[in-house]
């Protein structure tokens, strides 16, 4: 017989702030039971989006475990202040994506509070507060039609481009785009920015 | 220093998605040092990113499991992705970014003429499809012959400004244009106008005077 033990909410959907716990956890003590926490969560999600971006399921396999040796390794250089933990993560996987799926180079910058010129708006002290809001976000991306969500997921997981977006849905390249733009834009004035 | 034009949403989630060339990798770079509101713009793109994973419907575990991930770790064999080294936002006149690609600045740059008043330097070891990565320099008051895009085409303005249908760009302006655009750039009277542009196609020049300038621009 077997008794099956109800998993808790919190790990079946843990929240940003949990899983920076985890992080924080892995960067000042190494702590094993943490990682094993987040990679219960993350390692078949990055296999997932792996298998979307075209990887067979063995290079899948091979970059999601290597995605995870990163967050071990690199858990000290997460700063919950310029980004949520899940955004940190889906990083790390989008550059091993980039790097061994597509062998392309991709030039990124720094994109630190103190980079954020006080001249032009929002301070990046306002700002640190607003992205940790990842869970709200969570919670507004259920609300796209959808509609919109299929050109999300499209755009973010499938590696597509627009005019391959355009040919998989069988639309012309000014809807799909409206479409990104509406989704987007529903968002972001959603969590409180500028549309 | 104000930005008036920025790239597209479309194009700010493509980079967040990492589904750019690395050509228009580096010309959104190059704008995201100058522009802070395109910098939010690209973080909540990736905080949708990290949503959207967090919540993506799982498959079964890796093969290997929590076993093979210590080992892994123990014999250190992980090597860091290529992507490019991270540059900081500066307010020096050429972006970090393209520091690598121009070491001496603006004025070491081997401009090979195109025509009177234009010159054109490709970066030859940056992939951008089947286009590239090129700077143009026009001298004040010089037209570029009207042209489309067979696919899309990032302009990002370096130095002085240019008009043309869609506005008038100065440094730290983008423009984000798609092939349904057609247009005829002026550089501004005052000084040259030195543009960093990434194409995935090659141009399509539609007048007279630009075809017969096809073959030896070869953009």
């Not at chain 1, 597509?102 to 980079?115: D, G, N, P, Q, S």
């Not at chain 1, 640190?128 to 259920?142: C, H, K, N, V």
């Not at chain 2, 910098?39 to 076993?67: C, F, I, K, V």
Request: negative net charge; hydrophobic residues 40%.
């Amino acid at each position: 017989m077997t008794i099956t033990t109800p998993v808790p909410d919190a790990l079946l959907k843990p929240s940003n702030q949990i899983i920076t716990d985890w992080l924080l956890a892995i960067a000042t003590r190494r702590d094993r039971s943490a990682f094993e926490l987040l990679y219960n969560h993350f390692a078949a999600r990055i296999k997932s989006y792996m298998i979307k971006q075209g990887a067979d399921a063995a290079t899948a396999d091979d970059l999601a475990q290597e995605a995870m040796v990163q967050v071990w390794r690199k858990a000290e250089q997460f700063d919950a202040d310029k980004a949520a933990p899940a955004t940190w993560i889906f990083r790390i996987a989008r550059n091993l994506q980039i790097d061994r799926l597509r062998r392309r180079k991709f030039h990124e910058v720094e994109l630190t509070a103190e980079a954020d010129r006080t001249d032009e708006g929002v301070s990046g002290h306002e700002r640190s507060a607003e992205q940790i809001d990842a869970d709200r976000l969570r919670g507004l991306i259920e609300n796209l039609s959808k509609e919109q969500m299929d050109v999300i997921q499209l755009a973010f997981f499938e590696g597509l481009t627009h005019s391959e977006i355009c040919q998989r849905l069988d639309l012309p390249l000014g809807t799909v785009k409206s479409r990104l733009r509406l989704a987007f834009g529903k968002l972001r004035t959603a969590m409180g920015e500028q549309p | 220093m104000k930005i008036n034009h920025h790239p597209d949403d479309c194009t700010i989630i493509a980079y967040a998605a990492g589904a750019l060339t690395e050509g228009f990798s580096l010309v959104l770079a190059a704008h995201l040092e100058y522009c802070p509101l395109c910098r939010e713009r690209l973080t909540d793109a990736q905080t949708l990113g990290g949503a959207l994973l967090m919540d993506l419907q799982p498959t079964q575990p890796p093969a290997g499991g929590l076993d093979d991930i210590w080992a892994r770790i123990e014999s250190a064999s992980a090597e860091e992705p290529r992507t490019a080294a991270t540059a900081t936002a500066s307010d020096e006149v050429l972006p970090g970014v393209l520091l690598p690609f121009l070491e001496g600045g603006f004025d070491s740059i081997p401009w090979r003429s195109l025509a009177p008043g234009i010159g054109h330097h490709l970066f030859d070891d940056v992939e951008s499809g089947q286009g590239g990565v090129r700077l143009l320099s026009i001298a004040p008051g010089i037209t570029i012959p009207e042209h489309t895009h067979g696919g899309g085409e990032l302009t990002l303005v370096l130095k002085g400004a240019y008009q043309d249908e869609i506005g008038y760009f100065r440094r730290g302006d983008l423009a984000d244009l798609d092939p349904s655009v057609s247009h005829r750039p002026v550089a501004a009277r005052d000084e040259p106008c030195i543009c960093l542009i990434a194409t995935d196609l090659p141009l399509r020049f539609s007048g007279m005077v630009g075809r017969m300038l096809q073959p030896f621009i070869g953009i």
